[in-house]
């Protein structure tokens, strides 16, 4: 069972570009996020989509945006990348029956 | 908002030597709290949801309990297997769609 898949794993970035990180789940899982995670300050949510067709902005949502492409697939858009987004990434669907997040095994981004 | 402290930051057990994590939490009304176990370089990993105070829950080496303010994930005879990142996280009365506020973290290393 693959669960969570996101890519790309790493990425370095210059200031200004532009990149999307893609998120895939073979659970049948309604809810999908995007969490981002920095040293002392666990996980902070970025987007989320409570079902297909629906996206809503989390705790820290500006300089990004967000596609629920289809039940499967959550992806994340840097439009213009900035230093301050160096972060690793976690993208997550949500087991409702058991009140459980599935979370990937992370996309490691660099902003020089 | 929704807050989570996680004490101590970091935990350097011998084997066998049991302790105890903290996690504090700040919600306006619990709907949950959840724990999650983080290798290095890894997805965070579910381990226990705990709804209302005096619940408890096991796995292994590790139980979990709730009160109304705080919740302790015991380490019963730690291994070097459980070194890790152990996560808290809270979902609030006001949280809809299964919006979880994590803590920073408390890194375990146990050592042989």
């Known amino acids: 069972n693959a669960g969570v898949t996101q890519t790309p794993k790493f990425q370095v970035l210059k200031t200004g570009q532009s990149m999307t990180l893609q998120c895939a789940q073979d659970m049948n899982h309604n809810s999908m996020y995007w969490y981002r995670q920095d040293p002392g300050m666990g996980l902070r949510l970025i987007y989320y989509s409570a079902s297909e067709g629906t996206t809503d902005k989390g705790e820290v949502p500006n300089g990004y945006n967000v596609s629920r492409l289809n039940k499967r697939e959550f992806s994340l858009r840097l439009e213009s990348a900035a230093p301050s987004q160096t972060s690793v990434y976690f993208c997550?669907?949500?087991?409702?029956?058991?009140?459980?997040?599935?979370f990937g095994e992370g996309s490691r981004l660099t902003v020089l | 908002e929704d807050q989570v402290t996680q004490s101590p930051e970091a935990l350097r057990l011998q084997e066998g030597e049991s302790s105890s994590l903290n996690c504090s939490y700040t919600?306006?009304?619990?709907?949950?709290l959840f724990w999650y176990r983080q290798d290095p370089g890894k997805g965070p990993e579910f381990l226990f949801t705990?709804?209302?105070a005096g619940e408890e829950k096991e796995k292994e080496r590790l139980k979990a309990t709730l009160t109304k303010k705080e919740s302790f994930l015991h380490i019963t005879a730690p291994k070097p297997e459980d070194s890790a990142t152990y996560l808290c996280?809270?979902?609030?009365?006001?949280?809809?769609?299964?919006?979880?506020?994590f803590g920073a973290g408390t890194t375990v290393t146990v050592r042989a």
């Open positions: 997550a669907s949500f087991r409702k029956t058991h009140g459980e997040l599935f």
């Open positions: 996280a809270v979902q609030g009365a006001r949280s809809n769609d299964y919006k979880l506020s």
């Open positions: 919600v306006s009304g619990l709907r949950g």
């Open positions: 705990l709804y209302s």
